[in-house]
């Protein structure tokens, strides 16, 4: 059973870092790209960035515009998303993603959320 474990939220001020993190269980870690987005109250869910199985790294540079670091401990079966220098517009629940082919389709899998609030 694929699990995926948010940690890492909380309440900073404008200007703040944090490092969120995710840990996957039920599956060949190493084999996949994982994924994270964020979903902001009354917004549809938005891509934030990804990390392929050799560790490269995609953004969505609109969203992050050099901010955050997406980043993978394989050993640890963790992946990480840096945020530093946060805006009030940061603000949202954040998940981790991983799709899975499953008898022929892809399958997304999600955390349960980790709750990032920016306020002065």
């Known amino acids: 059973q694929v699990q995926l474990e948010e940690s890492g939220g909380g309440t900073v001020q404008p200007g703040d870092s944090l490092r969120l993190s995710c840990v996957a269980s039920?599956?060949?870690?190493?084999?996949?790209?994982f994924h994270w987005f964020r979903q902001a109250p009354g917004k549809e869910r938005e891509y934030v960035a990804a990390?392929?199985?050799?560790?490269?790294?995609?953004y969505n540079t609109d969203l992050v515009k050099g901010r955050f670091t997406i980043s993978r401990e394989d050993d640890k079966n963790t992946v990480y998303l840096q945020m530093n220098g946060l805006k009030p517009e940061d603000t949202a629940v954040y998940y981790c993603?991983?799709?899975?082919?499953?008898?022929?389709?892809?399958?997304?899998?999600w955390g349960q959320g980790t709750q990032v609030t920016v306020s002065s």
């Open positions: 993603n991983v799709d899975l082919w499953r008898n022929g389709a892809l399958v997304p899998y």
């Open positions: 039920g599956l060949p870690f190493r084999s996949y790209s």
């Open positions: 990390i392929s199985r050799r560790g490269s790294a995609t």
